[in-house]
């Protein structure tokens, strides 16, 4: 189930990317315009055409980016793959990796102005498994579209499709939890300029203090909480595309901002800011 991957996916790392808008080309008769700024954190929906009914269709590319100048760049601690069925969180994810091993990826980009062409790359024990695309960056530098394509490799058929994506703006506030068990405790969460977090709260009467960090929109928070002993929670940011996956809940609607939870017990719940 996708709560056990995620439960699964809590040892790994995180990365970051905060865009920024365009400027305009200068000079008589236009000229090329410079790159759009997308450094920053990015959730990414990867959505096939050529496979829809296959047991994965849909795909998270939760990626902290850098940039210098035309090239963007995130490596395999700042990039995390998360496969979805078609379901959303009612069908299992799939592996962890077509070609072995953890769900990590590298990705290299070059950028003309609001035009991104990318490489993705998995690499496990079997070998490597390659996504290509190219996407438009919004004028605002808030969202991006556009398609993929993946030739057959480590077992896993040829692949094409859509991509659409959200920058992640920092966490930073007072989120309430609430899990198919009940209430969770409320936490208030801040994230610091290198995507690690700090989390502190109450429950039932005891303050407690959480650590973790931010790859993308997925995040993983660990420690202890009195009444509940040592802890993990894993989340990833709900942004428009996933939303639409993952409508509902326990019954209750998304809503775009919010995080997709998993605490003790495999617990599943939203944590909505307050």
């Given at each position: 189930?996708v ?19 365009t ?8 000229g ?25 269709p ?57 035009n991104?062409?990318?490489?993705l ?16 960056i919004?004028?605002?530098g ?15 058929a ?22 198919d ?57 709900l ?22 939870i ?13």
């Amino acid at each position: 189930m996708v709560k056990q991957a995620f439960l699964t996916f809590v040892f790994v790392v995180c990365f970051g990317l905060g865009g920024c808008g365009t400027s305009s080309s200068g000079g008589i008769g236009g000229g090329t315009p410079p790159p759009a700024g997308v450094a920053g954190k990015w959730e990414i929906i990867f959505t096939s055409t050529q496979n829809p009914s296959g047991s994965y269709p849909h795909t998270a590319i939760e990626t902290n980016l850098t940039q210098a100048g035309s090239s963007t760049f995130a490596g395999d601690q700042a990039t995390f793959v998360i496969p979805f069925g078609a379901l959303g969180i009612d069908q299992p994810v799939g592996p962890l990796n077509p070609c072995g091993g953890l769900p990590q990826a590298a990705i290299n980009g070059t950028l003309s102005g609001q035009n991104l062409s990318f490489t993705l790359i998995e690499i496990g024990s079997a070998g490597s498994y390659t996504v290509t695309g190219t996407a438009t960056i919004s004028s605002d530098g808030h969202t991006i579209s556009g398609s993929y394509t993946a030739p057959a490799a480590c077992g896993i058929a040829a692949d094409a499709g859509t991509l659409n994506g959200t920058l992640v703006p920092f966490v930073s506030g007072t989120y309430a939890t609430v899990f198919d068990t009940g209430p969770g405790p409320t936490m208030t969460i801040t994230e610091d300029s290198t995507h690690n977090l700090t989390v502190t709260g109450i429950y039932q009467g005891s303050s407690f203090t959480l650590s973790g960090a931010i790859v993308g929109g997925f995040l993983a928070l660990s420690g202890n909480i009195p009444g509940l002993g040592g802890v993990i929670y894993i989340a990833d940011y709900l942004n428009p595309p996933l939303v639409s996956l993952v409508p509902a809940v326990n019954g209750m609607s998304t809503q775009a901002g919010e995080f997709l939870i998993f605490g003790p017990g495999a617990s599943i719940g939203l944590a909505t800011k307050q």
